[in-house]
């Protein structure tokens, strides 16, 4: 009976850090998401940004051929 209880403690344990450890994990990912929730990825670029990029120069096979190439 002496076996059976201090398996029944280690599983309480095991079962208490297990839980703890889980919320803590939620919590933290959930002030994350609350810290950058309102971050605009996608607002213009203010400064003097420059546009590095564009589309109607090259031709599709010009961009297949880098897109191969560089894995992108």
Avoid: W
């Avoid at 344990?13 to 919590?27: E, G």
């Avoid at 990825?41 to 190439?69: M, T, W």
């Amino acid at each position: 009976m002496r076996p059976f209880m201090f398996l029944i403690k280690d599983v309480v344990k095991v079962f208490i850090i297990f839980t703890a450890c889980t919320l803590l994990f939620y919590f933290g990912l959930k002030a994350m998401h609350a810290e950058y929730e309102d971050y605009h990825r996608y607002d213009a670029p203010e400064g003097r940004a420059v546009k590095v990029f564009n589309s109607n120069e090259q031709d599709l096979v010009d961009r297949l051929s880098i897109f191969f190439r560089l894995g992108e």
